[in-house]
């Protein structure tokens, strides 16, 4: 089946680092999404992102559909940043969304 | 405006005992879905509706029903609960499922159901 692999799994920051999230699909993507779940379990849609970059904030993202990948970029990380990124999208023909591991980050103050 | 309302937050059952998790939303939207969340599992779709008066099974949806009530209502049964039913429950919504118009997929989380099952 299609894979969607997150990377890195885990990752430790500083207040006030920069951080690269990777999500990588093994088939062509659409519709991928960003989400994230904090540390008390609510999970919320970041960026609904098929192709190009778009910027909220802190946060931004660029998914490149040709090269089945996508990234999400954190600046100026804070600690309520902390919590597990998940990426999602629909993957071939598959109209249910295709579900990442997620990447767990702790934000120190 | 509430989103989308999943209850109970927690939930302790013994073996072979039933419940019903609860879902509704208030976005109008036509799709719903039901999520398992384990350690390290990551999310798993255990039962989806497109739209109303229709249910279709996800990765996971032995021990499990479902019923589309209607267009804001999505329950999540469990008829005879074992402890690998053990996990958090999340409730999710979209205005449309798949590959519809841009964005029409996105999804709306509710805030999970805790269920232990001894």
């Known amino acids: 089946g299609i894979q969607v692999e997150q990377s890195p799994p885990d990752l430790i920051l500083q207040e006030g680092a920069n951080s690269t999230l990777r999500c990588n699909f093994s088939?062509?993507?659409?519709?991928l999404q960003w989400f994230h779940q904090n540390p008390w379990g609510q999970l919320i849609n970041l960026f609904y992102?098929?192709?190009?970059?778009k910027q909220n904030g802190r946060l931004s993202a660029t998914t490149v559909a040709t090269e089945r990948y996508s990234l999400l970029y954190i600046s100026s990380s804070q600690t309520t940043d902390s919590g597990v990124y998940f990426c999602a999208g629909n993957a071939g023909n598959n109209r249910k969304l295709i579900w990442g591991l997620g990447t767990s980050l702790a934000v120190n103050p | 405006n509430a989103g989308v309302t999943q209850t109970p937050k927690f939930q302790v059952l013994k073996t072979g005992q039933s419940m019903t998790l609860q879902c509704a939303q208030d976005?109008?939207?036509?799709?719903m879905y039901w999520y398992r969340q384990d350690p390290g599992m990551g999310l798993r779709l255990i039962y989806y509706?497109?739209?109303?008066?229709?249910?279709d099974k996800g990765e996971v949806p032995n021990g499990y029903n479902v019923s589309r009530l209607n267009k804001r209502e999505f329950s999540l049964r469990l008829e005879s609960a074992a402890p690998s039913q053990t996990s958090v429950y999340f409730c999710?919504?979209?205005?449309?499922?798949?590959?519809?118009?841009?964005?029409?997929?996105?999804?709306?989380f509710g805030a999970g159901s805790r269920l232990t099952v001894l």
């Open positions: 976005m109008n939207h036509n799709s």
């Open positions: 999710a919504s979209s205005e449309m499922l798949g590959q519809a118009r841009s964005g029409a997929n996105v999804l709306t």
């Open positions: 509706s497109a739209s109303e008066g229709t249910t």
């Open positions: 992102i098929p192709s190009g970059t």
């Open positions: 088939d062509s993507v659409n519709n």
